[in-house]
């Protein structure tokens, strides 16, 4: 509520006496979507925006796909894959930041427009150990419908999207959900591969309107960006309930 109200402040430093603004203006608005000299917050938007959306529909192919394999599929190192991704999943991510940048400046994705390609691969990347959720889900479907399906000559592929993705649609709302959000909230891994301001996030966006050379004026402005980048979260939220009730409602119906 306060940073929603902050965002209408006409008084941009940070310094209030009062939790309401005593004077209203939507000058900050107008200042974060047309300036381009000083943060250029719409390319910020832009570029953090593509990188979800690359991320989101990646995660979703992969887990669904990598979960199918765990799940319906027999073959000799399947159990020893599983292990080796639980294993890793119990460090922190933390860990793997420096060796990640050095692979990504190895591969040239560290300089210039190519570190939205590197930040498109880490958080796809990242993503990809939620295929143990996914394959918990795809376990529970009873695998008759499976062999079913192939006695009526379907191959693999038509069983995997016509019978086992039309059932998992609430955990590919799951996914879609984790797999946007991500790349649109991360702050460190965003900072350590982004070295010039031309190619930052929307986070390393709020936290250079915080430093020093920028708060006094864009304190204001840093709150109206906040409510700036909630609001595709808000829409993506309300998006996924829908699709997730009415399938689980088919889900019943069937």
């Given at each position: 509520?306060?940073?929603?109200?902050?965002?209408?402040?006409?008084?941009?430093?940070?310094?209030?006496?009062?939790?309401?603004?005593?004077?209203?203006?939507?000058?900050?608005?107008?200042?974060?979507?047309?300036?381009?000299?000083?943060?250029?917050?719409?390319?910020?938007?832009?570029?953090?925006?593509?990188?979800?959306?690359?991320?989101?529909?990646?995660?979703?192919?992969?887990?669904?796909?990598?979960?199918?394999?765990?799940?319906?599929?027999?073959?000799?190192?399947?159990?020893?894959?599983?292990?080796?991704?639980?294993?890793?999943?119990?460090?922190?991510?933390?860990?793997?930041?420096?060796?990640?940048?050095?692979?990504?400046?190895?591969?040239?994705?560290?300089?210039?427009?190519?570190?939205?390609?590197?930040?498109?691969?880490?958080?796809?990347?990242?993503?990809?150990?939620?295929?143990?959720?996914?394959?918990?889900?795809?376990?529970?479907?009873?695998?008759?419908?499976?062999?079913?399906?192939?006695?009526?000559?379907?191959?693999?592929?038509?069983?995997?999207?016509?019978?086992?993705?039309?059932?998992?649609?609430?955990?590919?709302?799951?996914?879609a959900i984790i797999g946007f959000?991500?790349?649109?909230?991360?702050?460190?891994?965003?900072?350590?591969?982004?070295?010039?301001?031309?190619?930052?996030?929307?986070?390393?966006?709020?936290?250079?309107?915080?430093?020093?050379?920028?708060?006094?004026?864009?304190?204001?402005?840093?709150?109206?960006?906040?409510?700036?980048?909630?609001?595709?979260?808000?829409?993506?939220?309300?998006?996924?309930?829908?699709?997730?009730?009415?399938?689980?409602?088919?889900?019943?119906?069937?």
């Amino acid at each position: 509520m306060w940073v929603f109200a902050e965002s209408f402040n006409k008084n941009t430093a940070p310094y209030t006496s009062s939790f309401f603004p005593k004077e209203w203006t939507l000058e900050n608005y107008k200042v974060l979507f047309t300036d381009r000299n000083v943060l250029n917050f719409p390319k910020m938007f832009t570029t953090t925006f593509i990188i979800a959306c690359f991320t989101c529909v990646i995660s979703v192919i992969f887990v669904l796909s990598v979960a199918y394999c765990m799940s319906r599929m027999r073959f000799r190192v399947r159990k020893t894959f599983m292990n080796v991704v639980l294993i890793l999943g119990m460090f922190p991510s933390i860990m793997a930041v420096t060796a990640i940048y050095f692979i990504l400046k190895a591969m040239g994705l560290a300089d210039g427009n190519m570190t939205i390609v590197a930040l498109i691969l880490v958080y796809s990347a990242g993503t990809g150990a939620g295929f143990y959720v996914m394959k918990g889900y795809m376990d529970t479907i009873p695998t008759s419908l499976d062999e079913a399906a192939l006695l009526d000559g379907c191959t693999r592929f038509q069983v995997f999207y016509k019978i086992i993705i039309p059932i998992c649609k609430p955990m590919i709302v799951y996914q879609a959900i984790i797999g946007f959000l991500g790349p649109w909230l991360d702050f460190v891994m965003a900072k350590v591969i982004c070295r010039t301001q031309s190619n930052y996030t929307v986070a390393l966006g709020l936290w250079l309107m915080l430093q020093k050379e920028y708060i006094q004026n864009w304190y204001a402005r840093f709150a109206a960006a906040a409510v700036v980048i909630s609001i595709p979260i808000a829409i993506l939220f309300i998006l996924m309930q829908r699709f997730y009730q009415e399938s689980m409602a088919g889900s019943v119906k069937g």
